[in-house]
């Protein structure tokens, strides 16, 4: 590429690096806030999910919100190389001219790793919360109280008839 070619597309593959740091950034917060949650649950009996979860909601708003702001800088990026605004990261680190193309093809690399240890850490927290529910379900089957294992139409849980009561009213 000629000289000026390659100082018109610096501005936006400048921003499209800045970008892809966020977004990473962001999954790394998200992955830290999982690997709270986890401790949370397999250390404090479940003690702090409402606030762990809490958290997880607003680090999974930022990784939505630099997401928006990587999928526009992708495409002002693509454009801005000549290839379609609908490319890839992967598509547009080969259209770029060097050094360009080196840090988004480690840039893709990180958010890849990024995103396969979140789902992983998502993965194993379901299932730690799974089995905390069953558990707190078959405590209270024990106990005789049928616990809302179902839900109408408007999400309210919906809790059998025949429930029944821990303590006698009447001693």
């Known amino acids: 590429m000629n ?6 597309t610096d501005g936006p593959l400048e921003v499209l690096a800045r970008s892809i740091a966020a977004q990473t950034d ?8 999982f ?13 702090w999910v409402n606030e762990t979860t809490s958290e997880l909601e607003q680090a999974i708003e930022a990784v939505q919100d630099t997401d928006e ?6 495409a002002e990026a ?16 080969a ?10 093809r480690q840039g893709r690399e990180e958010l890849k790793t990024a995103v396969e240890r979140v789902g992983l850490l998502c993965g194993e927290n379901r299932k730690l919360l799974a089995r905390g529910y069953l558990a707190t379900s078959a405590a209270l089957a024990m106990l005789g109280i049928d616990s809302a294992t179902s839900y109408d139409a408007s999400g309210t849980p919906v809790i059998s008839a025949r429930s029944a009561n821990i303590l006698n009213t009447k001693a």
């Open 3 to 8: 000289e000026s070619v390659e100082h018109d």
């Open 26 to 33: 962001a999954l790394g917060h998200l992955r830290f806030k």
């Open 35 to 47: 690997e709270v949650q986890q401790m949370m649950l397999t250390g404090a009996g479940g003690t």
């Open 69 to 74: 702001l990587f999928r526009a800088s992708l």
């Open 78 to 93: 693509a454009s801005s190389l000549g290839v379609s605004p609908e490319s890839t990261l992967r598509e547009v680190a």
């Open 95 to 104: 259209a770029a001219p060097e050094p360009w193309s080196y840090i988004f």
